[in-house]
């Protein structure tokens, strides 16, 4: 089998293949998600925008922002400060009590009154927070609702959704200016009914419940989110990628033992037989590749000269002499 031929068998594998399916499938759904936690992004950050457009702007008349009573408040103007010339309802029924509101992480209510401008317009009004009496599902304490002719400086919010749950006697679950006009029986009344107002101040000043904390304009972690997603995405190619590779080197490695085996010749990976040559210089005594130096001893190297020694001749006398010694011998 050809090199060519083996990586494309490779390539071309049922496990490649599967593996292929499963790094796109995981890519989309990272890139997806990483899309998802962008968009949320976009969306904190438009309205972190609007909160600082409109917040602290300077207040206007409702008619300039809303000249529909019945149109929705556009996202541009959320936040915008009005001013209204009017009175509020004093009747016990035109009083709510908006559940499951928080404060500085406790459970309370928003106080909800509609206040009736010069013009006929009816808006609901947030007038601030008040606490949950322990033990109960009612406010702890009723802030009065003041009378007479005053000017208001609320801030437009958008209606709430209408939440499908039968609340508790002079309590609602959302701020809806339809649904809680059912509840107050003003159905005959001009109502602003896609948007309420947040009070800001009110002229002359009266005893309110807790103010409201300014809107949270901090853009989260979202972006941070999504590329961390998107660098999930880049992950599994990689991780693909470097898996063929390695089977790759793998086939190469292989393709070189079989050559080698074919030859007769050692493979690239098989160590060459240590000669006994090689194992006397390695550990001779003295040598510089000694395998251990320290525990070789080194004998004195003897430079006198020495005798040149030569062999002498046995004469005839002297075999004759050895052969008698031999013939007694036992």
Do not use: K
Not at 9 to 26: K, M, P
Not at 29 to 49: K, N, P, S, T
Not at 54 to 81: G, I, R
Not at 182 to 194: I, P, S, Y
């Amino acid at each position: 089998m050809t090199d060519r031929s083996a990586r494309r068998r490779i390539l071309f594998s049922r496990e490649t293949l599967l593996g292929l399916v499963a790094v796109l499938l995981l890519a989309a759904i990272c890139v997806l998600l990483g899309m998802w936690q962008f968009g949320r992004y976009e969306d904190r950050r438009d309205e972190a925008a609007v909160v600082e457009a409109n917040y602290e702007s300077a207040p206007v008349v409702l008619d300039q922002v809303m000249p529909d009573p019945q149109a929705p408040l556009s996202a541009e103007d959320v936040w915008t400060p009005v001013i209204l010339h009017g009175s509020y309802c004093t009747e016990g029924a035109c009083e709510l009590y908006v559940r499951n509101r928080q404060l500085s992480g406790e459970v309370g209510y928003w106080q909800l009154v509609p206040f009736q401008a010069d013009d006929g317009t009816t808006m609901l009004v947030v007038r601030g927070w008040v606490p949950q009496e322990p033990d109960s599902g009612a406010p702890a304490q009723l802030a009065p609702v003041p009378a007479g002719e005053l000017s208001l400086t609320v801030r437009l919010r958008p209606a709430e959704p209408v939440l499908d749950r039968e609340p508790p006697p002079g309590q609602t679950h959302s701020v809806n200016p339809a649904q809680s006009a059912g509840l107050m029986g003003l159905e005959d009344q001009e109502l602003v009914a896609r948007a309420y107002g947040e009070l800001v101040a009110e002229d002359p000043a009266s005893e309110r419940p807790a103010s409201l904390p300014a809107p949270d304009t901090s853009l989260g972690p979202h972006l941070s989110y999504a590329f961390q997603w998107w660098i999930f995405a880049l992950f599994f190619p990689a991780a693909l990628i470097y898996r063929t590779r390695q089977l790759f080197r793998e086939l190469a490695e292989d393709e070189e033992q079989e050559q080698a085996s074919a030859t007769g010749q050692p493979g690239p990976a098989a160590a060459a037989p240590l000669t006994r040559h090689d194992h006397d210089e390695e550990t001779e005594p003295g040598s510089e590749t000694a395998a251990d130096p320290a525990r070789s001893t080194r004998r004195p190297t003897d430079h006198r000269p020495r005798r040149a020694t030569h062999s002498r001749r046995r004469g005839q006398d002297e075999e004759e002499e050895d052969a008698l010694i031999d013939q007694q011998a036992p």
